[in-house]
C-alpha cells in the first residue's frame, strides 16, 4: 500500500507557473505508475497526465501538452507536476494516483487505473 501527499499548489496570475509535489510512503514507489489528474467545480474528474516506472513513458492531455511537464524521482519518493503557461481554466483540485500497469493512453486515462489517490491542492489562476 502506498500513501500519497500532494503540496505545491496556490494562487498565481494567468500565464504563471507552479510546481506540484506528490511524495509518496512505502519502498515500493518505483514500482508504481504515477499521474495527475483534476477537478474544476462542478465538472467530472479528468486525467491530466501520467508517467511510468523509469520515466520512458509519458502521456498528457491535450489541453496541456507543451505547458506541463510530468517527472518523477524515484530515490524521493515523489512525482511533479510543473504547470508553465497557465490559464484561469486550470482552476481545479489537482489530485496524484499511483496504479500498477502501464498500458494505452486510454487506459491510463482512466480513473480505474489508479488504487491509490492523494487528497488534492488547489490550484487557482486569475485572470
Known amino acids: 500500500q502506498v500513501q500519497l501527499v500532494e503540496s505545491g499548489g496556490g494562487l498565481v496570475q494567468a500565464g504563471g507557473s507552479l510546481r506540484l509535489s506528490c511524495a509518496a510512503s512505502?519502498?515500493?514507489?518505483?514500482?508504481?505508475?504515477m499521474c495527475w489528474f483534476r477537478q474544476a467545480p462542478g465538472k467530472e474528474r479528468e486525467f491530466v497526465a501520467a508517467?511510468?516506472?523509469?520515466?520512458?513513458?509519458?502521456y498528457y492531455t491535450n489541453s496541456v501538452k507543451g505547458r506541463f511537464t510530468i517527472s518523477r524521482d524515484n530515490a524521493k519518493n515523489t512525482v511533479y507536476l510543473q504547470m508553465n503557461s497557465l490559464k484561469p481554466e486550470d482552476t481545479a483540485v489537482y489530485y496524484c494516483?499511483?496504479?500498477?500497469?502501464?498500458?494505452?493512453?486510454?487506459?491510463?486515462?482512466?480513473?480505474?487505473?489508479?488504487?491509490?489517490w492523494g487528497q488534492g491542492t488547489q490550484v487557482t489562476v486569475s485572470s
Open positions: 494516483a499511483a496504479g500498477s500497469s502501464w498500458s494505452s493512453r486510454d487506459y491510463l486515462g482512466n480513473e480505474v487505473a489508479y488504487a491509490y
Open positions: 512505502g519502498r515500493t514507489f518505483s514500482s508504481y505508475v
Open positions: 508517467i511510468s516506472w523509469s520515466s520512458g513513458g509519458k
